[in-house]
């Protein structure tokens, strides 16, 4: 079955359209790269996907979601109660900038352990054991360290770490990652994107992955969907939109992203 099914998704406020019937499936296991500039509606989608838009923002088409545990569930109008079953379980996010996605006020260990408790019914020891070992599949050294830090404490490439594994403590069936390695620098952004390559197939789970930057995207996703101005202008594999995209928006893309490949060979020593 399919873990997410979105046909015709239109999002709108009272003075705007930002996504006009966007469509695309995800497959158990598959990856997708959802990419377009700011404004694009990219982050409209994710907040779609996961039932978070803000009130005065309306979602209309339909949205289905589930895995073989819960049954396809449509998103779009369901009510709260309904999604904080979904949330976690089928489908979790990781966003842009974790000082937003943390409480400043609650220790990491505390945060993570609320899922882990919620979710696996775990207690006392077992449960500290659990928050540290969420820690440690996330790469974090000195996890018990972090376990007892605020979210100020630790660094930004800390924090996205910790994020990552909130959102993996519920064992969601499909990650969204929006833009989780922008805010991060170029070394950290690697590691990151290693770290979310490995888990993501260790896990076998389903990856939306948002980017502005198809470098990036490519190093991660097999598939890619362009938005552009909230439409779809393109969608296909990897190659297939590197070797011969068909939108001007897509070429530009694409060719932004091979100038950059050639700009780091040259500063490595290469030759274009």
Same mark, same amino acid.
């Given at each position: 079955?399919?873990?997410? !099914?979105?046909?015709?998704? +239109?999002?709108? =406020?009272?003075?705007? !359209?930002?996504?006009?019937? $966007? +469509?695309?499936?995800?497959?158990?296991?598959?990856?997708?790269?959802?990419?377009?500039?700011?404004?694009? *509606?990219?982050?409209?989608?994710?907040?779609?996907?996961? /039932?978070? &838009?803000?009130?005065?923002?309306?979602?209309?088409?339909? &949205? &289905?979601? *589930?895995? /073989?545990?819960?049954? @396809?569930?449509?998103?779009?109008?369901?009510?709260?109660?309904?999604?904080?079953?979904?949330?976690?379980?089928?489908?979790?996010?990781?966003?842009?900038?974790?000082?937003?996605?943390?409480?400043?006020?609650?220790?990491? /260990? %505390?945060?993570?352990?609320?899922?882990?408790?919620?979710?696996?019914?775990?207690?006392?020891?077992?449960?500290?054991?659990?928050?540290? +070992?969420?820690?440690?599949?996330?790469?974090?050294?000195?996890?018990?360290?972090?376990?007892?830090?605020?979210?100020?404490?630790?660094?930004?490439?800390? %924090?996205?770490?910790?994020?990552?594994?909130?959102?993996?403590?519920?064992?969601?069936?499909?990650?969204?990652? #929006?833009?989780?390695?922008?805010?991060? !620098?170029?070394?950290?952004?690697?590691?990151? &994107? =290693?770290?979310? !390559?490995?888990?993501?197939?260790?896990?076998?789970?389903?990856?939306?992955?948002?980017?502005? #930057?198809?470098? $990036?995207?490519?190093?991660?996703?097999?598939?890619?969907?362009?938005?552009?101005? /909230?439409?779809?202008?393109?969608? *296909?594999?990897?190659?297939?939109?590197?070797?011969? @995209?068909?939108?001007?928006?897509?070429?530009?893309?694409?060719?932004?992203?091979?100038?950059?490949?050639?700009?780091? #060979?040259?500063?490595?020593?290469?030759?274009?």
């Amino acid at each position: 079955m399919r873990i997410l !099914d979105i046909e015709n998704l +239109s999002v709108k =406020t009272e003075a705007a !359209d930002l996504l006009t019937n $966007v +469509s695309f499936t995800l497959e158990p296991g598959a990856r997708l790269g959802l990419i377009g500039e700011s404004g694009s *509606g990219k982050s409209m989608t994710a907040l779609a996907i996961m /039932g978070l &838009l803000p009130p005065e923002i309306k979602a209309f088409g339909s &949205l &289905l979601l *589930g895995n /073989g545990k819960v049954a @396809p569930t449509q998103i779009i109008g369901t009510p709260e109660k309904v999604l904080n079953n979904i949330r976690g379980t089928v489908a979790s996010i990781v966003f842009q900038e974790p000082l937003t996605a943390l409480d400043p006020l609650m220790r990491i /260990g %505390r945060q993570l352990s609320e899922p882990l408790r919620r979710w696996q019914g775990l207690t006392a020891d077992a449960l500290r054991d659990a928050v540290i +070992s969420a820690l440690d599949e996330v790469s974090i050294n000195n996890p018990e360290r972090i376990a007892r830090s605020y979210p100020y404490q630790i660094s930004g490439g800390e %924090r996205q770490r910790a994020a990552i594994a909130m959102a993996l403590a519920c064992q969601p069936s499909l990650l969204i990652a #929006d833009e989780p390695t922008t805010a991060l !620098d170029v070394t950290v952004q690697a590691e990151i &994107l =290693t770290l979310l !390559d490995a888990i993501v197939a260790k896990r076998k789970m389903s990856l939306l992955f948002i980017s502005h #930057d198809l470098a $990036v995207v490519s190093k991660i996703t097999d598939h890619v969907l362009v938005l552009k101005d /909230g439409l779809v202008v393109e969608a *296909g594999s990897l190659g297939e939109i590197l070797r011969a @995209p068909k939108h001007p928006y897509t070429r530009d893309l694409v060719a932004s992203a091979k100038e950059l490949d050639r700009a780091l #060979d040259l500063a490595k020593g290469g030759t274009t």
